[in-house]
């Protein structure tokens, strides 16, 4: 059971009373500690009002008349767009920021040297300094949402209060929002208490802090979408990952789909890849001509809760309901699925504006017609960006044609396969397996890729990136690939472990893999090494397709020899490679297991 926050003294007896003074609006849960949360926080932030979402139609209509009116949204195309809003963030204020999200754990080990650390009596007294007073004259809103189908043993319940109905409405995609959350909280105290006021968007004044002991979450000075939508990041994977280790199971940055062959067998595999770098298209994607009567189904594009069934498989969940999808380079080739989702009901953030009120961004296909303004509202210039390039779309996940039924299934699926991809134009060959899981943990933990714009920093530098976690992991690294390497012990059926990279270039900087669709003869391969279909060839890294076992069909221009510069291994680029994991391996040596060191030794043995 979670502790409830502590409202510190000081400010208890600064607001004693103001409460019964204010507004207390309509509640609509019995939850007696909800209401009493609720009350303390509010006797701090002193809203004007309090909302209590119900997650109802009725209650959307009328919050998007209200977004509307204030001019927080602007209605799009309504013939082309129906149900879809445009919305523009400040312009500081326009991805997630690393060096702003703290871990408050009670001890600076537990939060481990890969995450920014305060001691949590500290962060509750400076965040509800920053709190006291910051909504006067604001509505706070209570957002209950549930992570994951409802009645799953999986599901988490999270109470949201944020002054944004930008975050209100994008919830209400993003998750089970509303009255199911109550009915799956009942009477019980065990839900995650989140707290998010934008103050004046002061980036010197903004942080996004966890309190994993307490089940808590404060994010201030924002509202960025990974900032602020708090059961994304925030409880879905950071506090997520915290109870997994608690409770023996896995919150992952993992995309879950299904692969149907012709048979009508299905195969569920999941993949983590850094921000960015193609989970949405990977989870949609469309098989292409060549691969009739194949179809994959999307259970989820971002995070993966996988626990071990009484089976003895490896069961996923989504705990998400929605996407939170980069825009540009979104188009009918990358993923022809996501274009139709998110013709309606979908939020824009941070995209371009045509004149008839559609929606543009760099990728999308047709140029821009004149008169087009750009994501900060001025007049576009050709040469310059139209759209942010980590601008968003929010869609509901119900528009996807190709949503797995699984999807919604309590149990969650079976995984048959774990997939690591990075970003990385050179070193990393298309696809390998794993010897083992303790192989591929340590794979997954060596995992390098180029940043890219969904934080805030430079981008394209290569960074060690474990299990796409680094930015999640809510607490130790250290402690997280040791809780990987136990879950061996708890799971009969492991999953096999595989590496991919669809972004290799050649000298000229030319991609060598065609990717988007063409990435499911790699499926292909995957799952024919799942089902023990095909051998494989032993290499320094790992297991690797046999040309004759690696379909190539009806790919115009792609050879044998293609396939093998794309999947070559160049023992000098490994050897640097390796030296490149020091600098993470250093960082957090003293918490890492000794099967990684192990692992290592026996990859510079092989090379
Ligand atoms: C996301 C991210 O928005 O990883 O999913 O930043
Ligand atoms: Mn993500």
Redesign the pocket.
Same mark, same amino acid.
């Given at each position: 059971m979670s502790r409830p926050c502590a409202i510190p003294l000081l400010f208890r007896s600064l607001f004693n009373g103001t409460l019964q003074r204010m507004k207390l609006g309509n509640r609509n849960t019995q939850n007696a500690e909800v209401i009493a949360w609720v009350g303390k926080v509010a006797e701090l932030c002193q809203p004007r009002e309090i909302f209590w979402c119900d997650g109802s139609t009725v209650e959307k209509e009328a919050l998007t008349a209200e977004a509307v009116r204030s001019g927080v949204l602007l209605e799009l195309n309504p013939e082309r767009l129906p149900g879809c809003y445009y919305h523009r963030s400040h312009p500081n204020d326009v991805a997630?920021v690393e060096q702003c999200t703290y871990v408050c754990t009670e001890s600076e080990e537990e939060a481990g040297p890969t995450n920014n650390w305060a001691p949590p009596a500290e962060m509750y007294r400076k965040l509800y300094g920053l709190c006291a007073g910051a909504m006067r004259d604001r509505v706070m809103y209570v957002v209950p949402y549930l992570l994951g189908p409802p009645k799953s043993p999986m599901a988490k319940v999270g109470i949201e209060l944020t002054d944004s109905i930008y975050v209100v409405l994008s919830m209400r995609i993003m998750t089970r929002m509303g009255k199911v959350a109550y009915d799956e909280l009942g009477e019980g105290t065990d839900f995650n208490r989140g707290l998010h006021t934008m103050l004046d968007l002061d980036p010197e004044r903004r942080h996004i802090a966890h309190f994993p002991q307490d089940n808590t979450i404060i994010s201030v000075g924002s509202n960025y @979408? @990974?900032n602020v939508l708090l059961g994304k990041k925030c409880l879905a994977l950071r506090i997520g990952s915290w109870l997994g280790r608690k409770e023996g199971w896995l919150a992952e940055h993992m995309l879950i789909l299904g692969v149907e062959a012709p048979s009508g067998e299905k195969t569920f595999v999941a993949a983590a890849f850094p921000?960015a770098c193609g989970k949405t298209n990977f989870a949609m994607m469309q098989p292409p001509r060549h691969f009739r009567g194949w179809k994959i189904w999307t259970v989820g594009d971002?995070i993966a809760w996988m626990k071990p069934g009484a089976d003895g498989c490896l069961y996923a969940i989504n705990p998400e309901f929605g996407y939170?999808g980069v825009a540009p380079g979104t188009n009918v080739h990358s993923n022809p699925n996501a274009t139709e989702i998110i013709k309606r009901d979908t939020i824009y953030t941070n995209v371009a504006l045509t004149p008839d009120r559609d929606v543009w961004w760099e990728g999308k296909g047709e140029d821009p017609p004149a008169g087009t303004v750009d994501w900060q509202g001025r007049p576009w210039k050709s040469g310059e960006h139209a759209a942010q390039p980590n601008s968003r779309f929010t869609a509901p996940m119900t528009n996807n044609p190709m949503l797995a039924p699984e999807a919604m299934d309590p149990k969650g699926v079976p995984i048959s396969a774990i997939i690591f991809g990075g970003r990385r134009s050179t070193t990393l060959p298309l696809v390998y397996e794993a010897f083992n899981w303790v192989h591929g943990v340590y794979m997954g933990a060596t995992m390098g890729s180029e940043t890219t714009a969904?934080a805030a920093g430079a981008v394209g530098h290569v960074r060690c990136d474990p299990m796409a976690m680094l930015p999640f992991t809510g607490y130790n690294m250290g402690f997280y690939f040791r809780h990987w390497l136990n879950m061996r012990k708890r799971i009969t059926h492991l999953p096999r472990i595989f590496s991919v990279n669809w972004f290799r270039k050649d000298d000229q900087g030319n991609f060598l893999w065609p990717g988007y669709g063409e990435n499911m003869r790699v499926l292909e391969w995957i799952v024919d090494r799942c089902h023990g279909r095909v051998g494989a060839r032993e290499t320094p890294l790992g297991w690797v397709p046999n040309a004759r076992d690696f379909d190539l069909d009806d790919l115009p221009g792609f050879t044998r020899e293609h396939f093998e510069r794309v999947q070559q291994i160049n023992i000098e680029e490994w050897r640097r490679e390796i030296l490149s994991q020091d600098e993470l391996f250093m960082k957090i040596y003293a918490f890492i297991p000794k099967e990684m060191i192990f692992q290592r030794e026996l990859l510079v043995a092989r090379l």
């Open positions: 997630r @979408g @990974g921000s971002d939170f969904a």
